[in-house]
């Protein structure tokens, strides 16, 4: 089965995540007419829907260079890649919520599980390709990464401190979102090597 379906639908449902973020924002009360007055009362949610929009961003870029390397797919990663659209698909929700309660303890944890959530069936998404006919081509391409290994722990560290002080505890969420920044050149380096091979 080729890939080009599943990244049809997955953009599709990235696209549908980003715009309901956005709709969550709401205008100052008593529409406030000045900036201050906008962000004041808009600024904190704006900071979150932000943060929650790197990581869409980041997933979707991820996303794409995975099915560069392999444009063949089967249930297996069918089913890997609803997973992963499952907990992104929360992030609307527990940013909101951690907004509603201006970055209380339970919401930020619970918005520290989602992306832990998400990087997990991300990962468990690459173990499915990996398994498909030229699937080991994503193990070239990729290699190992600290920035992998890094992430799920700074998570765990932000869900930890979300029971002392939920803004730090937001800390190293803004982090592994710092890191992943970086666009990731190693899936577009591999395939610039294919191309350069000599052909048989």
Request: aromatic share 12%; net charge negative.
């Given at each position: 089965?080729?890939?080009?379906?599943?990244e049809?639908?997955?953009?599709?449902?990235l696209?549908i995540?980003?715009?309901i973020?956005?709709?969550e924002l709401?205008l100052?009360?008593h529409?406030?007419k000045?900036?201050s007055?906008f962000?004041?009362?808009?600024?904190?949610?704006?900071?979150s829907?932000?943060?929650?929009?790197?990581y869409?961003g980041?997933?979707?870029s991820?996303?794409h260079?995975l099915?560069?390397?392999?444009?063949?797919v089967d249930?297996?990663?069918l089913?890997?890649?609803?997973?992963?659209?499952?907990w992104?698909?929360?992030?609307?929700?527990?940013t909101?919520?951690m907004d509603?309660t201006?970055?209380?303890?339970?919401p930020?944890?619970?918005?520290g599980i989602?992306l832990?959530g998400?990087?997990?069936?991300?990962?468990l998404?690459t173990?499915?390709?990996?398994?498909v006919p030229?699937?080991?081509?994503?193990?070239e391409?990729?290699?190992?990464s600290?920035k992998?290994?890094?992430?799920?722990v700074?998570?765990?560290v932000?869900?930890?401190?979300?029971f002392v002080t939920?803004?730090l505890?937001?800390?190293p969420?803004?982090?592994?979102?710092?890191?992943w920044?970086?666009?990731?050149?190693?899936v577009e380096r591999?395939?610039?090597?294919?191309?350069e091979?000599?052909k048989?």
């Amino acid at each position: 089965m080729q890939s080009s379906r599943l990244e049809a639908f997955s953009d599709g449902v990235l696209a549908i995540i980003i715009t309901i973020m956005v709709l969550e924002l709401h205008l100052p009360e008593h529409h406030g007419k000045t900036f201050s007055e906008f962000f004041d009362q808009t600024g904190p949610n704006l900071l979150s829907y932000l943060l929650s929009f790197v990581y869409v961003g980041i997933y979707w870029s991820n996303h794409h260079h995975l099915f560069q390397v392999v444009e063949a797919v089967d249930g297996v990663v069918l089913w890997a890649n609803l997973h992963l659209l499952f907990w992104l698909s929360l992030l609307p929700l527990t940013t909101n919520w951690m907004d509603e309660t201006h970055v209380a303890t339970d919401p930020t944890a619970a918005y520290g599980i989602n992306l832990l959530g998400a990087a997990i069936a991300y990962f468990l998404l690459t173990l499915a390709i990996r398994r498909v006919p030229g699937g080991r081509h994503l193990q070239e391409a990729l290699g190992s990464s600290l920035k992998e290994k890094i992430s799920p722990v700074l998570y765990v560290v932000g869900i930890g401190l979300a029971f002392v002080t939920p803004w730090l505890g937001q800390v190293p969420f803004v982090v592994v979102a710092l890191m992943w920044l970086v666009p990731d050149r190693r899936v577009e380096r591999w395939l610039q090597q294919r191309e350069e091979m000599p052909k048989p």
